[in-house]
Nanobody, 115 residues
Framework: QVQLVESGGGSVHSGGSLRLSCAASGFRSVVYLMGWYRQLPGKERELVASMTLRGKTDSADSVKGRFTISRNNTKDSVILQMSRLKPEDTAVYYC?????????WGQGIQVTVSS
């Protein structure tokens, strides 16, 4: 059974940093894409950042220059280093993986940035 387990969320003041980690287990095939989405209160889930198996990244314009994504292909894990956090980054962050045409999601982890 595939599981994505997130850790590292919490509360921080504006300008602070947090590091989100996601460890995946149970995959029997290559995990082509891993990344992070977030859902702000009252809004739809949106892409934060993602990275393919070959290292190609994609990220939202709102986080460029502040958030960095990295992954360990051997361990099927992905990290989101978030810096210079803003109150508008407050959201539930979800780890995401894509393998053999299927999507997998973590349970979500809260990130709260106070002004």
């Amino acid at each position: 059974q595939v599981q994505l387990v997130e850790s590292g969320g919490g509360s921080v003041h504006s300008g602070g940093s947090l590091r989100l980690s996601c460890a995946a287990s149970g995959f029997r095939s290559v995990v082509y894409l891993m990344g992070w989405y977030r859902q702000l209160p009252g809004k739809e889930r949106e892409l934060v950042a993602s990275m393919t198996l070959r290292g190609k990244t994609d990220s939202a314009d709102s986080v460029k220059g502040r958030f960095t994504i990295s992954r360990n292909n051997t361990k099927d894990s992905v990290i989101l280093q978030m810096s210079r956090l803003k109150p508008e980054d407050t959201a539930v962050y979800y780890c995401y993986a894509h393998s053999l045409g299927r999507e997998y999601w973590g349970q979500g982890i809260q990130v709260t940035v106070s002004s």
